[in-house]
């Protein structure tokens, strides 16, 4: 008892709070280290120096000296107990001359720590305000002298604002100026007034940070759409469409059919595909010796095997991504002619090297199905040899020449894709 009684007299005649004068008084007392690593107890004292530094540039509130709560708190083991309880709260303030008490427990490693701040009312024992910090051991200090500063304005209550938040995705984790407050929707969250980052993160999506300006007294709503976040990689199957615009005027326009499979590496995608086109038309016609016109049917029939390289510029598309490629391979280039009975005669088939550029838009990009629309232009090493018949005249039969035909070519079209 008597030690007691030096103990509040040493406390009536000793200066226990800095900064501000007038408004609410905070103490920060030692923290808890729930980590279970005694290579960490050391921040349970620098933590709240840390933070009472910090807090001692605050306008609005005082700061108890941590070296008098030193003296003071001894008689009560506050920071080992973790306890909340009212009249131990209330003992707690009074002894340290404070209206409010900041409490902190931490837990984790080195290279992930987790700090849960409170401020706590010493006469009602209610908790004010709570922020959740995690950060690297580095780090850890900055953070959670930001998180306690962020309190503040609830704990000396002026200058307050409402903020609203949303996101597309909901249950996305919210960070406001590093500090944790909750998952989204979070509705009318009291904030100091001014200016501040809030910071949106959740599994499967790209993290994203807008700033906002807040007056007091203000009610603001902010809403974020989170764009779906590259794999390391991913696989797809797909097929596509295009339609064949040869540069050639011998040749029709024709149909290609383009099965793919392809490996996604973060912006590069590499690939393979098969483009199969059918039954293309370069039928022509000739004069026979009796000055009648006759019709040859022909068609060309294309199988063609390539390597595609993909870069999709930009990381943040939701909706639509741009992106650009080139490709490489080896085709196979039939030439049929049509006979009276109605079947088809192979005349010849060559095999060419071929390239080509891309370029074009993906839909609903990293969704499990998206669809592509693209435009390409085709180039061959060589020319088809193509070879043409006409009248032997009176003498009868045909003559054969041969001339060259370029299948260089442009072609739009679309596909879709499943991603895996």
């Known amino acids: 008892m008597k030690a007691l009684t030096c103990l509040l ?15 609410r008084s905070v103490a920060v007392l030692n923290f808890t280290n729930s980590s279970g690593a005694a290579s960490l107890d050391y921040l349970k004292s620098a933590l709240p120096e840390s933070i009472s530094a910090s807090l001692s540039q605050h306008g609005e509130i005082k700061v108890v000296e941590r070296a008098q709560l030193t003296k003071v708190l001894s008689e009560i083991q506050l920071e080992q107990s973790g306890v909340l ?8 303030g009074k002894l340290a001359k404070a209206d409010v008490l900041l409490l902190g ?16 009312d010493v006469t009602s024992g209610v908790v004010l305000d709570g922020r959740t910090v995690e950060a690297g051991l580095a780090d850890i200090l900055n953070h959670a002298g930001a998180a306690a500063n962020s309190m503040m304005a609830v704990v000396s209550g002026k200058a307050l604002a409402y903020l609203t938040i949303s996101s597309i995705p909901t249950d996305a984790e919210v960070l406001i100026d590093g500090a944790i407050i909750g998952k989204t929707p979070i509705v009318e969250y009291k904030i100091g007034a001014g200016e501040h980052r809030v910071f949106f993160r959740k599994q499967g999506y790209k993290e994203d940070e807008t700033s906002v300006k807040l007056n007091a007294a203000e009610r603001k709503t902010i809403s974020e759409t989170l764009a779906p976040a590259r794999k390391p990689y991913a696989v797809h199957l797909g097929v596509g469409y295009q339609r064949f615009l040869p ?8 149909n290609i059919i383009v099965p793919r499979i392809g490996i996604a590496f973060g912006k590069l995608t590499v690939g393979g595909e098969i483009s199969i086109m059918l039954n293309l038309d370069h039928s022509y016609t000739y004069e026979s010796a009796f000055g009648t016109t006759i019709k040859m049917p022909r068609s ?30 080896f085709a196979r280039i039939s030439d049929y002619k049509g006979l009276a009975d109605n079947t088809t005669e192979k005349i010849r088939s060559e095999d060419v090297m071929q390239f080509g550029a891309r370029a074009g838009f993906e839909i609903l990009p990293k969704m499990a199905v998206s669809f592509l629309i693209e435009a390409r232009y085709q180039v061959f090493d060589r020319d088809i040899v193509r070879s043409l018949s006409s009248s032997n005249g009176i003498l009868g039969g045909l003559k054969s020449t041969d001339t060259n035909l370029s299948f260089s070519n442009f072609s739009i079209g679309g596909s879709f894709r499943v991603n895996f």
């Open 105 to 120: 427990q931490f837990s984790g490693n080195p290279e992930k720590l987790t700090v849960i701040l409170k401020a706590v």
């Open 247 to 254: 540069q050639s005027k011998e040749l029709k326009e024709g």
């Open 9 to 23: 007299a040493a406390v009536l005649f000793t200066p226990a709070v800095t900064a501000a004068k007038g408004g």
């Open 300 to 329: 060309y029939y294309m199988t063609g095997y390539a390597i595609t390289l993909d870069f999709e510029p930009f990381d943040n598309a939701t909706y639509i991504s741009p992106f650009v490629g080139v490709f490489g391979g």
């Open 85 to 92: 309880d009212s009249s131990v709260v209330s003992r707690a």
